[in-house]
């Protein structure tokens, strides 16, 4: 017994001793911390006076507002939840299947019940905010987060399914956007027709950044796609002559049903209806279309992963070098991977562009990348449904944060929350990856299963092997 508490050490120790002199030294070091991060960010504000000088304002009591919160919530994980997680320990097996068990029988309901939300969602939103209040909810929040869905399922193709870390993805969205907005103000194509150039074109780009990284992997990878959407935003920033530059493309032709514009016009929508015109029918028709993008995305997806393709791309994520001495052609699923991921980013571009009717390269910088490849890694790499739930969190919880007005009432009229959007946002993620580092579906169910299939959990595969 006593080689067994010397070997087990932690096991030796009571529940529910608490190493007072750790917890003080590590509230210390986070106030530190803290100090040093919120001090310029949030501490000091630049301010522009009447005389057009540039004055420095301190805002010390906001600063060590959230000084306080986080040491709070720093010491609520050490005396909570750090013993818990311990004492919690030796009935993990126990709790991952219990786990298991119960995301299947939630997952026989949540699919179905998800779908049809989202396709009574407009009708919802009219019925609880009327006509008026109706447009910000379709618009704002449910297309905004079904484009950032449909990007985050194109690029787990290739992160998620293939294990390619790609930093450049917003450079295919750039191409599907330029694509659309070039062809359809030059050639007057419509719509429907440009949306599968776009995602042709951008599919081609695609192929091409796939030749040069063949033989890259892990950080070299990701520093050349990174490289790729830089170049990709640099060249529609100076050539200027058929991008028009930061000015951007204005003007783009809108959208149709059927040929039926969304004007008031007697030819419009609403005139060829009988109805009265709103700006709420081109909104909802939109957002019609988006979901039916993304629905297309995630069905291709999923039938691509049962097929030989899909299986090759999990080979290929899992041992490149057992994928090789297995036959499999590693060229070919690396392209095939680059081209299915840019093809649904290319097919996301052509909508925005058409969405928005005006691009610029401001709206393809790397934080796009980034913010898709955390919707990706956060939901969980090679999920569906969690990408889904992470991108309508990420980007839904940000549009919320613009009606936030009663934080005004607590640090200030003054105070924008959409300021520290991004702070929180990194904050977010910091919690996300200390509670669940598998993201919020660690769960994976195997393509190629014997006789039923059966979820495996993260917590039975080491971290970094699996």
Request: net charge positive.
């Amino acid at each position: 017994m006593a080689t067994q508490a010397a070997i087990h050490g932690t096991a030796a120790k009571p529940a529910g001793r608490v190493d007072v002199a750790h917890i003080v030294k590590d509230a210390f070091f986070t106030t530190l911390i803290s100090i040093g991060l919120f001090a310029p960010l949030v501490g000091f504000k630049t301010v522009t006076n009447i005389s057009n000088e540039l004055t420095l304002e301190t805002r010390w009591p906001l600063m060590f507002g959230l000084v306080a919160a986080v040491v709070i919530g720093r010491l609520f994980f050490l005396l909570v939840l750090e013993p818990r997680k311990r004492a919690q320990s030796a009935s993990a097996r126990i709790r991952g299947a219990r786990e298991i068990a119960i995301r299947e029988g939630l997952a026989q309901w949540f699919t179905p019940f998800a779908l049809g939300f989202v396709v009574v969602y407009p009708l919802l939103v009219l019925g609880i905010n009327g006509t008026q209040g109706a447009v910000k909810w379709i618009d704002n929040f449910g297309i905004q987060i079904l484009i950032y869905v449909m990007l985050g399922w194109g690029l787990n193709i290739v992160v998620g399914l293939a294990g390619l870390l790609d930093l450049g993805y917003v450079a295919f969205y750039a191409v599907g956007s330029y694509a659309y907005a070039l062809l359809a103000k030059t050639f007057g194509f419509s719509f429907w027709i440009l949306l599968p150039l776009s995602g042709m074109l951008a599919a081609f780009w695609g192929i091409l950044l796939g030749f040069p990284v063949l033989r890259l992997r892990g950080d070299y990878l990701a520093i050349v796609t990174l490289a790729f959407g830089e170049i990709i935003r640099i060249v529609v920033t100076n050539w200027v002559s058929v991008t028009n530059g930061y000015a951007g493309i204005s003007g783009i032709p809108r959208p149709t049903f059927f040929g039926i514009p969304f004007n008031a016009s007697d030819q419009g929508f609403a005139a060829v209806f009988g109805l009265e015109f709103t700006p709420l029918h081109r909104t909802i028709f939109l957002y019609y279309v988006i979901l039916l993008l993304a629905m297309v995305t995630a069905w291709v997806t999923v039938r691509l992963r049962r097929l030989p393709v899909g299986r090759a791309w999990e080979a290929l994520r899992e041992d490149e070098i057992a994928c090789r001495s297995l036959g499999i052609n590693t060229t070919n699923t690396k392209l095939t991977a680059f081209a299915m991921g840019a093809m649904f980013g290319g097919f996301a571009g052509s909508f925005f562009a058409a969405r928005q009717g005006f691009i610029s390269p401001e709206s393809f910088t790397f934080m796009e990348s980034a913010i898709i490849l955390a919707i990706v890694v956060l939901g969980g790499m090679g999920s569906q449904i969690g990408v889904a739930i992470a991108a309508a969190v990420m980007i839904g919880g940000t549009e919320i944060m613009r009606d936030l007005d009663f934080l005004k009432e607590i640090f200030g009229n003054d105070f924008d929350p959409t300021q520290f959007r991004m702070l929180i946002f990194g904050f977010a993620m910091v919690l996300i990856m200390i509670w669940r580092p598998r993201g919020l579906i660690g769960t994976r169910e195997p393509s190629a299963f014997l006789h039923r299939r059966k979820a495996i959990s993260g917590a039975h595969v080491s971290e970094g092997h699996g």
